[in-house]
């Protein structure tokens, strides 16, 4: 139990282009899901906290215009990079934590590549 | 506010010798403890956790953690290393009312 899916896994896009991100969990609901960056050899940076049906919560420093958040059900997010600019290439990971729990359960993570 | 000191980026250590990764945290609040596990280019998988109860938590893969308040730790450990246990290992914390803290992560290498 307790599965997260993302998709795609690995993307490529030119610069300039939007990409988008998801995140879903598969075997249970959850009201709240967070999207995460990983630098190489680097720990996961969360960018922003995301609960269904309102607005996400960005960290500081998280351009929210650029990453632009979506919890539309209890079982999708979606992050979309827009106008993505080789500085955003990047992993990032996606968590969904169930509905009255303390647990974060993630995702396999995508890899983005702009070139 | 709460942080989580994971000593040494790297651990070194030979198939069949005992695990130990360290993990110290702060929390102004009684914490939730987390052990993750990151093999290269995928996501995190939950190893084990402490909430309440028990303090000495067992996972999977033979991982087991003991919280230990009075010294603020919650190091990780296995008996008997494998190469499949070679990876990237991240103690976490939260209060469960905020957002989960990680540690710098510490690779565990393991030779033959």
């Known amino acids: 139990g307790a599965v997260v899916s993302q998709h795609p896994s690995r993307v490529i896009c030119k610069s300039g282009t939007s990409v988008k991100i998801e995140c879903r969990s598969l075997d249970f609901q959850a009201t709240t899901m967070f999207w995460y960056r990983q630098f190489p050899k680097q720990s996961l940076m969360l960018m922003a906290t995301s609960n269904e049906g309102s607005k996400a919560t960005y960290e500081q420093g998280v351009e929210k215009d650029k990453f632009l958040i979506n919890h539309a059900s209890l079982t999708l997010s979606t992050l979309t990079v827009t106008s993505a600019h080789p500085e955003d290439s990047s992993f990032y990971i996606c968590?969904?934590?169930?509905?009255?729990?303390?647990?974060?359960?993630f995702g396999p993570g995508t890899r983005l590549l702009v070139l | 506010a709460q942080s989580v000191t994971q000593l040494g980026s790297h651990v070194s250590v030979s198939e069949g010798a005992l695990v130990l990764l360290r993990c110290n945290y702060s929390?102004?609040?009684?914490?939730?403890l987390f052990w993750y596990v990151q093999y290269p280019n995928q996501g995190l998988q939950l190893l084990l956790k402490y909430t309440t109860g028990a303090t000495l938590v067992k996972g999977i893969n033979g991982f087991e953690a003991e919280f230990k308040k009075s010294e603020t730790s919650f190091h990780l450990t296995k008996p008997s290393a494998h190469m499949s246990d070679a990876a990237e290992y991240f103690c976490?914390?939260?209060?469960?009312?905020?957002?989960?803290?990680f540690g710098k992560g510490t690779m565990l290498l393991v030779s033959p």
């Open positions: 968590s969904a934590q169930p509905s009255g729990q303390e647990t974060q359960y």
């Open positions: 976490a914390v939260t209060s469960g009312y905020s957002t989960l803290t």
């Open positions: 929390s102004s609040v009684p914490p939730y």
